[in-house]
């Protein structure tokens, strides 16, 4: 009875910090906001700013949604393989284990996964101006001469398109490694001599999140070219430009893909080499 009092206790203890912390971080949130609008009032634009202020926070509740489900479907893919996780406990001498409950270990993996979540698209916020800017139209009668695109593609387009693979990028790589570090850390990559030992459900879960991995730099290896007519990497337009950077991006792009197909093919067959070499190369 004492020790199921003792566990009631620490439960409520554990709510009331994790409401004092969510109280805590909403009342900053709130007073930022609060100031924020009087500065726009004063300014007689308090119009745009709502405007503005709905944008940012359909944006980030969009990117949101987008990273928890993948962040935390992922990772409860690995929850689902998992049988049970033991812990060394000792009691005076004896020293044995303890299975971690299941519900626990549900609860740090949805954990885990929305605070992923969270990290990852903290900056959503900040892609109200590219999406403001996304369709606009000018500039359609002007070309670069290297890749024939107008300029309004560079001004109202580009931006947008980066934004976007740059979070579809961070959300496969911190994925990609949280899967092989939690599927090392419960034996399902393991090595064995010289050889490297995958079970055949992390075979395919790891297949299929490099495959996503890969894709997200392809299309950042497509979108180079666009940013080095523009500018946007201090490069010069030379015939370096035009004869070795262009080329290179276009080679890395088609490189990744035929990495992309690779790690598909791993499904279904179970040789790490034909994953490992394309990665390495």
């Known amino acids: 009875m004492n020790r199921r009092r003792g566990l009631t ?8 910090l994790v ?3 969510m109280l805590l971080l909403a009342g900053r949130w709130l007073a930022i906001d609060q100031v924020e609008r009087w500065w726009a009032e004063s300014l007689g634009v308090i119009a745009t700013h709502e405007a503005i202020a709905r944008l940012r926070l359909g944006l980030f509740a969009l990117a949101r949604a987008v990273a928890a489900v993948w962040c935390t479907g992922n990772l409860l893919l690995i929850y689902r393989s998992i049988g049970s996780v033991q812990v060394p406990r000792r009691l005076g001498n004896l020293e044995f284990v303890e299975a971690v409950p299941r519900r626990y270990l549900l609860w740090g993996t949805v954990g885990l996964g929305l605070a992923t979540a969270l990290v990852l698209s ?3 916020r900040d892609w109200w101006d590219e999406f403001a800017l996304l369709g ?41 490694l949280l899967t092989i570090l939690l599927y ?18 992390a075979r395919a879960h790891l297949a299929g999140v490099l495959a ?3 894709i997200a730099l392809f299309f950042g290896f497509r979108l180079d070219p666009a940013e080095y007519v523009a500018g946007l990497h201090g490069v010069p337009y030379d015939t370096v430009l035009v ?9 890395l792009a088609t490189l990744a ?3 992309a197909l690779a790690s598909l093919g791993w499904v279904w067959v179970d040789r790490v080499a034909l994953v490992a070499l394309p990665w390495i190369g």
């Open 212 to 214: 996503a991995f890969a």
């Open 19 to 21: 409401t004092s912390i």
């Open 257 to 259: 893909l035929i990495v």
């Open 184 to 201: 090392g850390a419960v034996g399902a990559l393991q090595w064995s001599g010289r050889r490297l030992i995958v079970s055949e459900v």
């Open 9 to 16: 206790r620490r439960a409520w203890v554990r709510v009331a």
């Open 122 to 124: 903290q900056g959503a």
């Open 243 to 251: 004869g070795v950077r262009i080329p290179v991006a276009g080679a």
């Open 136 to 176: 606009a139209n000018g500039g359609e009668s002007l070309r670069d001469p290297v890749l024939q695109r107008d300029v309004g593609y560079y001004l109202f387009s580009l931006p947008w398109q980066r934004a976007v693979q740059r979070f579809f990028l961070a959300l496969t790589a911190v994925v990609a």
